[in-house]
């Protein structure tokens, strides 16, 4: 049994949930937190309740939101030549697409 945890909030944090992942889902989800800038306990908690991800902008997710686009693009040259578009990579723009978008209304 897990111990408790009191969070930032006042809040006790005693259950533990755990899931199985693929490589390629557990890659997915390690980027999006990464680029989320939040903990993964926070973005799976934050996707699984609210169904929105809020980002907290800082220096350091900027330089990772460059390095990713720049990946992103890569990959989309690749894709021009081979036709083929995976789906972790469209999810990852879609989720890119929204940081940017709240990110203009800010």
Wanted: hydrophobic share 35%; aromatic share 6%.
């Amino acid at each position: 049994m897990s111990h408790k945890n009191l969070d930032g909030h006042g809040r006790w944090r005693n259950v533990t949930v755990a899931f199985r992942l693929g490589k390629e889902e557990n890659d997915l989800l390690n980027e999006l937190v990464r680029t989320s800038g939040r903990t993964k306990q926070d973005y799976i908690t934050e996707c699984l309740l609210h169904h929105e991800v809020r980002v907290q902008g800082t220096v350091r997710l900027t330089r990772q939101l460059t390095e990713r686009i720049a990946a992103l693009t890569e990959e989309m040259k690749r894709v021009k030549i081979t036709g083929r578009l995976a789906p972790e990579f469209l999810m990852e723009l879609q989720f890119l697409n929204q940081i940017l978008s709240f990110a203009k209304e800010d």
